[in-house]
């Protein structure tokens, strides 16, 4: 293979392995910040012995997110000095607002989060917790506008020529604020508070399949389902909203999502399907028309396909793109039908009925529904960059030409071997220590509440 392949290969090694610890830490974090703002209120001890053990989970995610994403901001030194050279002035300011008012931000106050708790009062610690899950989102936001700047440029100018020419931002707030950025902060924050959901429940249903730590796990999981149910629900209007902008802003990538070779009226949005490159036709389960009133509001429109659109654009990978965007909504349709399912069980009151097989089937099911949003979190990320080829930053800089020059095959190899081999290990760490902790269960903070117990020894901590 060649140092193109090569790098692209080890850059997307690097970032898959790291992004599934960010989005787990931003909903995670959402949901501690509920946890302890129910303590404060009630003062009930086991919301306390919740915050506790979440948090212990959530400094281990952080940890591993940190060592997993240093090496990427080297990789652009070494693998793609042309790009880095290119785009410095604009993705290197996003870049550099990030570590500063954000990860510092984060980064701050985690020693109060992880190790205040009987060191600083409850309201300080709630502080701490706020502020640690609002510098994770602001820390979100500056990375998906240095990315969406790379699908939709605005606010810059080239200077100089040739190997020369690099980007310059004339306007800081066009730059942040560009066509894309808005939509797809929302759509990646939304996949985050999901992640974090998704883990709370599956740790909580496990806890309830092994009927351990049970009013622990009730709760918790009462908590996670809240969030899941009103994130995948936003989430259905999010992908609509990006799917538009992407079909105003990269006709191109939106023509391999949906797999539209010709523009015609009645375009049929598949919802699965193989694409027939070769003879330009899509082999698969196809609504006619919907494609054209999701699009336009109107059956009869055309949805612009390939043959509209300037070869100088060039074709993503088409196969990739469009199995990767199906996969992504088909698991986020799944996650809305779970959560939907648990609000209705929980609202007709047989969600903890651990005596139904059915109910405990739906337990097992949500233990394995924690891997649903990083799948498609994955997979959406993995739309928006192939999508975006043959360009690295859109309609200005193409991949080939990004690479560094002085960097050989035979270099970026020999790196890759070795960061699949760390990173295996790390990823083993995480595994391990996930649940070494899970296992452990959380400490007992509070007694066990015992139902029908008219001694229940936390009715004089509910006022």
């Known amino acids: 293979m060649d140092v193109e392949i090569l790098s692209r290969i080890q850059f997307a090694v690097t970032i898959s392995i790291h992004y599934i610890f960010p989005p787990l830490t931003i909903g995670l974090g959402l949901i501690l910040v509920f946890i302890e703002a129910a303590y404060l209120k009630t003062r009930n001890p ?3 012995q919740m915050a506790r053990f979440w948090t212990r989970i959530f400094g281990l995610i952080f940890a591993l997110g940190v060592a997993t994403g240093i090496v990427m901001e080297f ?4 693998n793609w000095a042309t790009y880095s050279r290119y785009v410095g002035d604009v993705f290197g300011s996003a870049l550099a607002a990030e570590g500063i008012f954000a990860f510092f931000l984060e980064s701050g106050f985690l020693a109060l989060l992880l190790f205040g708790w009987n060191k600083v009062g409850p309201k300080l ?14 820390s979100a936001v500056w990375i998906v506008v240095a990315n969406s700047w790379m699908q939709t440029p605005a606010g810059y100018h080239i200077v100089g020529e040739g190997m020369k020419a690099r980007a310059q931002i004339v306007d800081f707030w066009a730059m942040v604020f560009n066509p894309s950025s808005v939509d797809r902060l929302t759509h990646v924050i939304l996949g985050c508070w999901l992640a974090g959901a998704f883990l709370v429940t599956s740790v909580s249903a496990y806890y309830l399949l092994r009927r351990r730590h049970i009013e622990f796990a009730k709760s918790s999981f009462k908590f996670g ?3 899941a149910v009103v994130a995948s629900l936003l989430q259905l209007a999010s992908g609509d909203s990006t799917a538009k902008g992407v079909y105003k802003n990269q006709p191109a990538k939106f023509a391999a999502l949906e797999g539209v070779f010709k523009t015609e009226p009645y375009s049929p949005l598949y919802l699965a399907g193989w694409v027939d490159v070769e003879n330009e036709k899509v082999h698969g389960i196809g609504v006619p028309g919907a494609l054209s009133f999701l699009t336009h509001l109107n059956f009869k429109e055309p949805v612009i396909g390939y043959d509209r659109i300037d070869p100088k654009w060039g074709r993503p990978k088409i196969q990739a793109v469009f199995q990767a965007y199906h996969l992504m909504i088909a698991i986020g349709m799944g996650l809305i039908g779970l959560s939907l399912l648990g609000v209705f ?8 009925l651990g005596e139904n097989k059915w109910i405990r089937y739906y337990w097992g099911v949500m233990v394995l529904a924690v891997l649903g949003p990083q799948i ?5 990320w993995y739309t928006a960059e192939l999508g975006r080829q043959p360009w690295i930053v859109y309609g200005l800089l193409k991949t080939s030409d990004a690479l560094s020059k002085a960097v050989k095959a035979e270099h970026v190899l020999a790196s890759l071997i070795m960061f699949l081999l760390i990173y295996g290990l790390l990823i083993a760490l995480f595994i391990y220590l996930l649940n070494d902790k899970i296992q452990h269960g959380p400490d007992d903070h509070a007694p066990e509440l015992v139902e029908g117990n008219p001694a229940n ?3 004089g901590h509910r006022a």
Not at 125 to 138: K, L
Not at 345 to 352: A, E, I, K, N, Q
């Open 46 to 48: 086991l919301y306390e």
């Open 75 to 78: 990789e652009f030194g070494t």
């Open 125 to 138: 610690h709630f502080f701490a917790t706020c502020m640690v899950c609002f510098g994770s989102h602001f």
């Open 225 to 227: 389902l809240a969030l």
């Open 345 to 352: 069980l929980w609202w007709r009151g047989w969600l903890f």
């Open 376 to 380: 498609a979190n994955q997979a959406g």
């Open 457 to 459: 020894p936390r009715e």
